[in-house]
Nanobody, 121 residues
C-alpha cells in the first residue's frame, strides 16, 4: 500500500557526483519529514540529512557542504544530491519518511530498501 523506493545509487570515482531519489507511493494522506540514512560495512546506520515538510534541513557534519537534500512535494519525492564523493561515503543509503496513509488515523515511519553507493577508483 505505502512504500518508499530509492534509486540513483551506483559506482562512482572519488570526486564524482550522484543524485539519489526517494519516491513515496500509495494512498497517502500526508508525507511529512523525510531523511537519508547510510550504513557502511561494519558501522551503525547514521543520519545523513533530513528535510521537513516545510523545507527545513539538517546535515551530518561529514557531508555538510557536499550533499544537498531537497524534496518535491507534488512528486512525493526526496532527493540527495552528492558532490565531491569520497571513499568514506561508500555505504548503503536508505530513505526514511514519516507518512500518514490515507486510511489510517495517524502517521508512521517507513523505510526504503536502500540503494548502494560505492566510491572507488
Amino acid at each position: 500500500q505505502v512504500q518508499l523506493v530509492e534509486s540513483g545509487g551506483g559506482l562512482v570515482q572519488p570526486g564524482g557526483s550522484l543524485r539519489l531519489s526517494c519516491a513515496a507511493s500509495g494512498s497517502l494522506f500526508g508525507l511529512n519529514a523525510m531523511g537519508w540514512y547510510r550504513q557502511a560495512s561494519g558501522k551503525q546506520r547514521e543520519l545523513v540529512a533530513v528535510i521537513t515538510r516545510g523545507g527545513s534541513t539538517n546535515y551530518a557534519d561529514s557531508v555538510k557542504g557536499r550533499f544537498t537534500i531537497s524534496r518535491d512535494n507534488a512528486r512525493r519525492t526526496a532527493y540527495l544530491q552528492m558532490h565531491s564523493l569520497e571513499p568514506e561515503d561508500t555505504a548503503d543509503y536508505y530513505c526514511n519518511a514519516n507518512i500518514h496513509p490515507l486510511l489510517r488515523g495517524s502517521a508512521s515511519w517507513y523505510w526504503g530498501q536502500g540503494t548502494q553507493v560505492t566510491v572507488s577508483s
